[in-house]
């Protein structure tokens, strides 16, 4: 089978899926930032008590947010998450995925089991892994170095 042909018939699981990061409702902006720098991701899940996600918070939400007032970073995160997320079912093909990756211009979708329950989160990086997998000699992946050291040369 073929890339193509892939992504249309194997379901979501088949990505490189991470955890569910996540906070509870009451949980505050500055502990949502602290859990989403511990685990290198630009976005939080809330969820309720039954582990359903409710809501999304991300690098632009916190953007907007700070230009508005730093002292916000007490308040808890459901003033700020989005309820307007979307999620894609483990058992949904990875097409579904991207079709509703690009149909509402997202980098992160939380991936829910049969129940609802947040079960993974997946996005941009899943995919492009997921390709680079499928076709290793056309694509070369390095991960990104955070910065670049007085000892390392960049350019020529």
């Known amino acids: ?8 018939d194997q379901p979501v699981t088949e990505l ?3 955890p569910p ?5 009451t949980a505050t902006v500055a502990e949502a930032i602290a859990i989403m720098r511990q ?8 969820l309720d ?12 939400l916190l953007i907007r947010m700070l230009a508005e007032d730093k002292d916000y970073l007490d308040h808890p995160v459901s003033e700020f998450m989005t309820t307007s997320f979307q999620t894609v079912r483990d058992s949904d093909r990875i097409a579904d995925l991207l079709r509703t ?3 509402h211009k997202l980098r992160w979708v939380c991936v829910v089991d049969e129940s609802g329950k947040a ?14 997998d499928h076709v290793p ?9 955070r910065k670049l050291s007085m000892e390392q040369r960049e350019g020529a």
Do not use: W
Not at 49 to 60: C, D, H, I, L, V
């Open 1 to 8: 089978m073929g890339l193509r042909q892939d992504i249309l």
């Open 16 to 18: 490189a899926l991470r």
């Open 21 to 25: 990061i996540s906070v509870q409702q």
């Open 39 to 46: 685990h290198e991701l630009g976005c939080v899940m809330v």
């Open 49 to 60: 008590e039954a582990g359903k996600p409710t809501g999304m918070f991300n690098e632009k």
């Open 101 to 103: 990756m690009q149909t």
């Open 119 to 132: 079960a993974a989160i997946t996005g941009l990086r899943g995919l492009v892994q997921y390709v680079a």
């Open 137 to 145: 000699r056309c694509v070369k992946v390095e991960p990104i170095r």
